[in-house]
């Protein structure tokens, strides 16, 4: 397949989204880029497509009517779906897993079976489908008891219960109220896990593998990790307080014996594989895992990737993916996420933003749109929940921080809020 001036349409509409045609416009292949939907940033690198990410039928009509040479297939609800076996079957060339290699993420009942047969790391657990199994189960545990919805439910389905009652109310939410509709048919149970939360994510064509430097995101939406779990607050990495020897542990215990699991299960993964782990006094243990690239991660990840990532993405669809190194910058990065007031509650739209440019006058900083459009009067307004990621880079993870909080300070709109505390948590793991 020929690389240069490739025609690429890029799923999705987030600042994972805009990173990545960021990066893809680095390329010395010139690629052509396209977002379906996109946002107000990614309509500065290439045409927004007005098609929405789960319009699997209108998708494939665009790319055969454009000549798209690759689609990219981003966020997780278009894979739970089954974008990619779609696409294959028309024969067009396709980035990411299959609909039943994506189940990892949209079934956690089956992610954690599939842990236990593997004997992965992860914590102790039963899925039930029966309220009486399930209280059952519940009183033989210690507190707090983890609750989730094995289903996808934009991170809401987990519940934290501190006390037994807590727990079974949330059972009884999932299980018989159906507060989560189809995504709580089956409920998983397990014990709850302590130690410090990263995130891994690695390129998989199937056979081989590249891991990338790990990360942290910083889910709750105040500081220090309180309220609401949110898509995410801000990331970043490498992460200073995971030695070579825990990376190591994790890619050989964790990445690499999933991808081998996935294999032999006859469910080849391809794409970018993100188990979510918790560094125990055990050791790393997973909990979670996601079919697709992380946000704000990939914001983050983007601003070290050296490697051309249209050569690595053509690489995975042609599954030659062991001929290629992937290499990473020296040094650190970071995101910090403005959100629109009331997020991940209630928001309004409609707000005028101002001082990305004065932002991006350092030139270690990059501004990636999520939620932005712009409105009739070419003013640039919010859109949505997580409006924008000021990403920085850095040659110490200070530094980084430094620099983009300095970039926050000129970015303004009504309502904004962001953690001041981005990696500050990592930071003091050094001390
Ligand atoms: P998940 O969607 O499974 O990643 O869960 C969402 C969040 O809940 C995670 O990011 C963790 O912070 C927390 N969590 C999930 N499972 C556990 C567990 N077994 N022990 C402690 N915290 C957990
Ligand atoms: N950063 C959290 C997620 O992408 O799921």
Redesign the pocket.
Known sequence: MQLNNQKVLIIGSGGREHSIGWKLKQSEHNPVLYFAPGNAGTANIGTNVNIKATDISGLLEFVKKEKIDLTLAIPDDPLALGIVDEFRKSDFRIWGPTKDAAKLEWS?AYSKKFMEEHNLPT?KFKVVTDFEDGIKYMESMSLPI?V?ASGLAL?KG?I?AETLDEAKTALEDMLVNKKFGNAGEEVVI?????GP?ISTHAFSDGVSSQAFPPSQDH?RIGEGDTGL?TGGMGTIAPLPFVDEGTFMQIKNTIILSTLVGMEHDGVPFEGVLYP?L?LTKDGPKI??YNARFGDPETQTYMRLLKTDLLEIFNAIVNKELSMYKVDWNEGFACTIILASGGYPGDYEKGKVISGIGDAEQDNDIVVFHAGTKLNENGELITNGGRVLGVSAIGETLEEALAKAYKAVAKISFEGMQYRKDIGKKALSLLK
Do not use: R, S
Request: hydrophobic residues 40%; charged residues 40%; glycine residues 10%.
């Open positions: 956690k914590a983890v989730k991170g987990v934290i397990e014990e709850f896990m302590e939360e889910k779990n979510g918790m909990l979670e």
